[in-house]
């Protein structure tokens, strides 16, 4: 879709950094240069802005280069992945250049069109996609595999992606129903000592997933599905001595599970089903010393089988950029100070795991 002409190539007294090179890349004519270029020539102005030592003329179906050696090779190899994403229908954005930028300088094999042009659903006029390797890996383990668990800190897309595949497993009837579970963990109060009717007490420790949901789903179309059963959305606890076919289970905040709990989950398995475990290690809100079960299951389930484990970072984050910095600021927090139990910092009263019953007290289960 694109061909690439280098053209010559100049050194400065022998250092190679100063090597100079020109090339031109011919776009083929089914691609549209107001798609590639962007809206307003934005996605032009977003390579530009990333490698200011390399001239970038469009003319045409023509974009040339001129610049430093290393440089012009690296546009060349981000300008042929653009190049494909437009011809697959995929939108362009300057979000898109810095994220193929980061992954081809990670890689030399890295593939960004292959990762931002993989559809996983198309819903309510909006498509969803990975938007980086790790999503990718993450997603493709999901496929790949019977039970997932994907650890990562906040913004990394776990729960969101999750929940595609869920819905897409849905629509193309792999599996009969979506059921969709958190445990009802609070900091401060016990959940069966809190006014309300039990929906009005676990409602909003489920509100993110019903936020994702009405993301992927006509939101008119929700409240007839869960009265079917499609899909469900419980507090943990409602979970025990249940076995679950034909469905599509994910299980969300999975690092405030006991190591009971999360093996009470897992043997919940039937036949046909898939399972997704999401947690972030480092925002336990266990009671200080109380093991999480997220922690535990990666050592019990090693080696087993038809179990993925994918692991994802500040790398993956695609809420504001400042949202990585600050994870990557509390990691390097806590390797100073030797927080590595899963709890991190603890401002405050530390809470207590608890399930609500239906009488609004307290049960050991």
Not at 292 to 310: M, P, Y
Not at 326 to 349: L, N, V
Request: proline share 5%.
């Amino acid at each position: 879709m694109a061909e690439s002409t280098e053209s010559r190539a100049s050194r400065g007294r022998g250092d190679r950094s100063a090597a100079r090179v020109e090339n031109r890349i011919t776009v083929a004519p089914e691609v549209s240069m107001v798609e590639l270029l962007g809206r307003d020539d934005e996605v032009l102005r977003a390579i530009e802005s990333g490698f200011h030592g390399v001239d970038i003329h469009a003319r045409g179906n023509q974009i040339s280069l001129a610049g430093p050696a290393g440089d012009v090779a690296l546009v060349a190899r981000l300008v042929d992945e653009l190049v494909e994403m437009a011809a697959n229908g995929a939108p362009l954005s300057p979000e898109v250049v810095m994220r193929s930028v980061q992954m081809l300088a990670s890689s030399a094999t890295s593939r960004p069109a292959d990762v931002l042009s993989f559809n996983i659903l198309s819903s309510r006029g909006r498509t969803i996609r990975p938007k980086t390797t790790g999503q990718k890996a993450y997603v493709d383990a999901i496929d790949r595999h019977t039970i997932t668990f994907g650890i990562g800190p906040a913004g990394t897309g776990k729960t969101y992606l999750a929940m595609a595949k869920a819905v897409q497993a849905l629509q193309a009837r792999q599996v009969t129903r979506i059921v969709l579970t958190r445990p009802a963990v609070e900091a401060g109060e016990r959940l069966g000592f809190l006014p309300g009717t039990l929906s009005e007490k676990i409602d909003p420790y489920l509100r993110p997933l019903y936020d994702a949901l009405h993301d992927m789903v006509d939101p008119e179309s929700i409240p007839r599905l869960m009265e079917a059963g499609t899909i469900e959305v419980a507090p943990l606890a409602y979970m025990r001595g249940r076995t679950l076919n034909d469905a599509f289970v994910i299980l969300d905040e999975a690092q405030n599970t006991s190591a009971e709990q999360m093996k009470m989950f897992l043997t919940r398995l039937g036949f046909g089903s898939k399972v997704v475990v999401t947690g972030d290690v480092t925002q336990v809100d266990l009671p200080q010393g109380a093991p999480s079960g997220l922690r535990i299951v990666e050592h019990v389930l090693a080696g087993v089988d038809d179990v993925a484990f994918c692991r994802l970072d500040s790398g993956d984050v695609v809420r504001h950029r400042l949202v990585g910095e600050i994870i990557d600021a509390y990691s390097r927090w806590d390797s100073r100070h030797g927080r590595d139990d899963g709890h991190g910092p603890r401002i405050g009263h530390t809470s207590t795991p608890d399930e609500p019953s239906a009488s609004g007290e307290e049960t050991a289960r």
